[in-house]
């Protein structure tokens, strides 16, 4: 995407060179708020005795690349103010690199795990209460990403940055439609946590909450059991609306 190219080069221009790893803010949450809020006199904004990552005519943009749990103070700050988005990057695909103490790089390898909407759902959950606010909206960014690490003195390797490569895919998550589009057009009802977790490829833990979303939001309801287990089905297409 052109406009992430250009916020890359702005979180590249605010580094002012100073390399890997150096700067407090680190280059992935950098270039995503850049991305959302171009503007950096929109950049951290003080409200509701917080300050906010930007303060666009959107409302607020939160980026968390980690612990979205620890916003929930921000959230019941910001929210009755104005419209809040907390970003949420996930990497597909992301490549290890290991650097000496100079920052010239000894190893580049592709991780052979894959990130997605449902990678995420642990965090999303733990926002639960928050998700059916109607000025609240969580965007998940699939991003392409470079983790560097360098050996520490215990000669353990240390991670410095994620440093994004490309913005693949946007994805935002606030209405019970949104939703829907997470189960797979492939998926057949009843379904049960199994037969989901195989057609989304995700640990039964992360498909479990994604099942407990979805019943929040009334895309899916019980349909009674099988071998114990219990199914589920979609709703009508008519209730589910916006």
Known sequence: MKDFAAALQAAERDMGGKGIGTLGEKTLHLALKYYFAPDPETHERPLGG????????????????????????????????????????????????????????????KSPKHESVYSAMREIYTLRDYLRLPN?????????????????????????DRVPNALHHVQYLQSSADYAELLPDTLLDPFTVDTLSAAIHAPDMQTRMLISLLVRFGVIEEAGRINRRKQWRRCDSDIIGG
């Open 136 to 160: 609240f909206r969580i965007c998940i960014c699939t991003v392409e990403l470079t983790e560097f690490s360098v050996q520490s003195g215990n000669r353990k390797w240390q991670k410095l």
């Open 50 to 109: 917080f300050v906010a990552d930007a303060v666009t005519q959107d409302g607020v943009f939160e980026i968390q690349t980690r612990g979205l749990s620890r916003l929930k103070q921000k959230l019941d700050a910001f929210l009755p103010y104005c419209a809040v988005t907390v970003v949420h990057p996930v990497a597909d695909p992301k490549w290890i690199c290991r650097v000496d103490e100079f920052g010239e790089v000894l190893s580049r390898r």
